[in-house]
């Protein structure tokens, strides 16, 4: 009698134990990832290699974060030394150097691609959930480079989006993103993102190299490398400010 | 000094000491310590300093009205950018056109320097949590916003079609001046501008050149520009008032520029012209030297990853002339300036530009495209075109109404 409480009482531990992990809705899930990859505050450093058949354009870049509304990205390399990108609560300012010129984005222009990459000045500042442009549904789990991962289906909400749909394969253990689908409206695949490397920092474990395939053209696409990361640091003051984004 | 092996004794004799004494070898060690310092804190110093060239070659076609002329320019740039440092910045840009031209069977080179920005910038402290920033030299001051037609630019004037580069991807006006400005903060989203733009100085040449001897005179203090504006974000909309005394014209200029965005983006500027002299209608007054500038702005998206931008701009002058003037040196009411730019790839774009004059029925079209192939390295070529009859501002008939460019940019 004993050993059968004591196994019962095992087996329900266990079992509340797992539980929150079979019960995590597709909303969950999505805000579990994403709330890895919104840091308090970060200094980040990185490169940006845009392919065509013509080779390789690489653009590095330092970013500052602080949460999801307050972004700063300064480019640094050659072509594109002295550009700077400022996410201010919900505006973005472009700065360019050679003409002192800002330039405030609103609205649809968030979405215009970075640089002639794949990612867009919204994808690269953040700001907006995917919950604000998407629904989601848990199609269920598979295994994505050695690592079982949730697989979450969004279905975009308007036609003010550049994906009518994608597909997300999130790590079910360390909910970092593993690899994305996107696909058109009429079901045809455009883009597959590969998460080629992640990293942890300070608990936060996000992806460090990512690769953007474009499915449409050959030898196409853009991949994403983290240099140097830290994160929850002093920032300086007025970084996210008009004055240090036209300095 | 004198070097080893001489030197000065007391007395009128020289005293010979032998070169290599121990003192001298210390000197000289010394001497060599101090070089090797300094020489390592040049090279620093030059490594630190961003240096950036680059060379654009261009085959340049003008109809003359009977012929084709065709000529070759090379355009070189370098600038200097000093090393990212958060208190001090420096800048120093200088261009050079290179030709070759043909007088009389002999050939003639030739090159323009330009010096288009040479300009310092610092931020200095004022209390221990304020700090405003001093800018001073050859620079840009964008005063409000639009491409081409800016009612609120009160330094540059608010028509650019006259300086600007129609085959520029980005910026169409780069006007600088030598100015002083200063930026003084208020909070993240606003700041405080004024600016003072000293008379440029005036050269004097011929006869009075030879009474005066003095070839360059520098401007009086009364033909100075003094100015201030405002910029601030509040509710969505960017606002702008600016003013601006023009000392060389005894006029103040005043603007307002705001803008927005609702399902594109919008923005419009005006501005508003008085001297001294006390008005007898204010009407009047208000046409004659008013201006307004209108312009929306927005990119759609074509396909899942190509991109057609679209722009239109106005200026409208109330004063000019509402019916065409059969003038070509008639100004009018209202110029437009549409633009597209699609670009069907990552790296190319393909671009459609006008300045319409509507009221007499003419235009300036210029199309062309401007391809990044490399890295740092752009195919280019452009084509513009008057399109209007021989009385209008814009004419099919006179010299240089078609002309073209093509050639290649390396940025290094």
């Keep these: ?247 | 000094m004198v070097g080893p092996g001489l030197s000065r004794g007391q007395g009128s004799g020289v005293r010979v000491v032998p070169p290599y004494s121990v003192t001298c070898v210390r000197r000289l060690l010394c001497a060599g310590c101090v070089a090797l310092l300094l020489l390592g804190v040049a090279v620093r110093a030059a490594a630190e300093t961003v240096v950036e060239s680059e060379i654009q070659n261009q085959l340049i076609g003008v109809w003359d009205g009977s012929d084709l002329g065709l000529g070759g320019v090379a355009v070189g740039r370098i600038e200097f950018r000093s090393a990212p440092a958060p208190m001090v910045q420096a800048r120093l840009v200088l261009n050079t056109t290179a030709a070759q031209l043909q007088s009389n069977g002999d050939t003639i080179s030739t090159a323009f320097v330009d010096v288009p920005r040479a300009s310092l910038r610092f931020r200095f402290p004022l209390t221990e949590d304020y700090t405003m920033r001093v800018a001073a030299g050859r620079d840009r001051l964008a005063w409000g916003i639009g491409s081409l037609f800016n009612a609120g630019d009160l330094i540059y004037g608010a028509d650019g079609s006259g300086a600007a580069d129609f085959t520029a991807l980005d910026d169409l006006r780069d006007e600088t001046s030598w100015l002083y400005s200063a930026y003084l903060p208020i909070g993240e989203r606003a700041y405080l501008e004024p600016v003072f733009l000293p008379p440029l100085p005036e050269l004097v040449l011929g006869d009075e050149l030879a009474a005066t001897g003095t070839a360059v005179v520098p401007g009086g203090a009364d033909e100075s520009r003094l100015g201030l504006r405002l910029h601030a974000v509040m509710g969505g909309l960017s606002l702008e008032p600016a003013y601006l005394y023009d000392g060389n014209e005894d006029m103040h200029h005043a603007a307002f520029s705001v803008q927005g965005n609702l399902w594109a983006d919008l923005y419009a500027a005006a501005r508003l012209s008085l001297d001294d002299r006390i008005p007898s209608q204010f009407g009047s007054v208000l046409e004659e030297r008013s201006s307004a500038s209108l312009g929306a702005f927005r990119t759609f998206r074509v396909g899942h990853d190509r991109n057609l931008t679209a722009r239109m701009e106005s200026l409208i002058r109330p004063g000019a002339a509402w019916s065409d003037q059969d003038s070509q040196d008639a100004e009018y009411a209202v110029l437009l300036h549409p633009e597209l730019v699609f670009s069907p790839g990552r790296t190319l774009n393909i671009i459609g530009r006008a300045v319409v004059s509507p009221l007499d029925s003419s235009a300036l079209v210029i199309a062309g495209f401007s391809w990044n192939i490399f890295t740092g390295f752009y195919a280019e070529s452009f084509a513009a075109a008057q399109l209007g009859d021989n009385t209008a501002v814009f004419g099919w008939d006179r010299p240089g109404s078609l002309s073209m460019s093509s050639g290649f940019r390396y940025r290094f």
Excluded: C
């Design chain 1, 1 to 247: 009698m004993k050993k059968l409480s004591f196994l019962a009482g095992t087996f329900a531990l266990l079992w509340i134990g797992a539980a929150p992990v079979f019960a995590l809705s597709a909303d969950e899930i999505i805000e579990r990832m994403e709330r890895n990859q919104t840091h308090p505050t970060s200094i980040i450093e990185g490169e940006l290699v845009v392919s065509d058949r013509f080779g390789d354009r690489r653009s590095t870049f330092i970013s500052h974060t602080e949460g999801a509304s307050r972004f700063l990205v300064e480019f640094t390399s050659r072509d594109e030394r002295g550009q700077k990108i400022l996410r201010h609560d919900g505006s973005l300012y472009l700065y360019y150097p050679d003409a002192r010129e800002t330039i405030r984005l609103q609205g649809a222009a968030l979405r215009d691609s970075l640089l002639g990459s794949d990612i867009s000045y919204e994808d690269m500042t953040g700001g907006r959930g995917l919950a604000d442009d998407y629904r989601f549904t848990l199609l269920g789990e598979e295994r994505v480079e050695g690592r079982q991962a949730y697989k979450v289906e969004l279905e975009a909400r308007s036609t003010n989006v550049p994906y009518a749909k994608q597909i997300l394969w999130v790590d079910a253990e360390r909910f970092v993103m593993l690899r994305g689908e996107q696909f058109a409206r009429n079901g045809r695949k455009l883009k597959v993102t590969e998460v080629l490397e992640t990293t942890e920092t300070d608990g936060y474990i996000f992806p460090s190299h990512l690769r953007v395939t474009d499915q449409t053209r050959r030898s196409s696409g853009t991949e994403m490398k983290i240099t140097s990361s830290q994160i929850d640091v002093e920032l300086p003051r007025g970084i996210f400010s008009l004055e240090e984004l036209t300095w």
